[in-house]
């Protein structure tokens, strides 16, 4: 049926075909379809209780599954593809955030930067350091030697955790050696350690 060149849904009336009778006997159609309904509820529930119960569970299970794939489709999700930040830029947060005491926010940003800068493991070492967990430091100080074997500080860090653990002095002291050797410019930081190395043997 076509009103004004459009076509009309077989359920929906155009102004035109509104008439009392049109809608009534509409009306009354649904109206007893929907008695019908209820009386087959009513009968189904009488004469098995369980069945109409284990019906309307199954159906209030289904309409939450419903609810919920309809919500997860209908929230936006933001998916990056590439981090916005530059190693250098995490490093640099890194540093902001050991500076603010945020030690968490901290360690996330070196790890980050961990994987394109060998000077992030001697960072992530000073956070654990400063936390009080001297194995994961000793680890991530040993790690930054493996990665970059001419950073002076990080033999240097090393000796001063065997100095505070007091353990392997023999080995922090060659450690703090090895640092003067490799950067003659901060031997008077490096003698430091050394000489309190000495002072504990």
Known sequence: MYVL??????????????NSKGL?????EQSAERKGQRAIGKELRAKCPKLYALCSMLLALCSTFLALCLCGCALPRIVVLDDPLSPEEHLNLGVAYEQKGELDNALREYREASKK??????????????????????????????KDPKNADAYNNLAWLYFIKKENLDEAESLVLKA????PSKKEIYIDTLEKIKGLK
């Open 117 to 146: 800068i060998p000077l992030s493991y001697l960072y992530i070492g000073n956070v654990y350091f400063q936390k009080s967990e001297y194995k994961e430091a000793e680890f991530y100080y040993k790690e930054a030697i493996k």
């Open 180 to 183: 003067i050797e490799l950067n």
């Open 5 to 18: 060149g459009r076509k009309q849904n077989s359920g929906l009336y155009s102004y035109g075909q509104m």
């Open 24 to 28: 009534l006997a509409k009306s009354r």
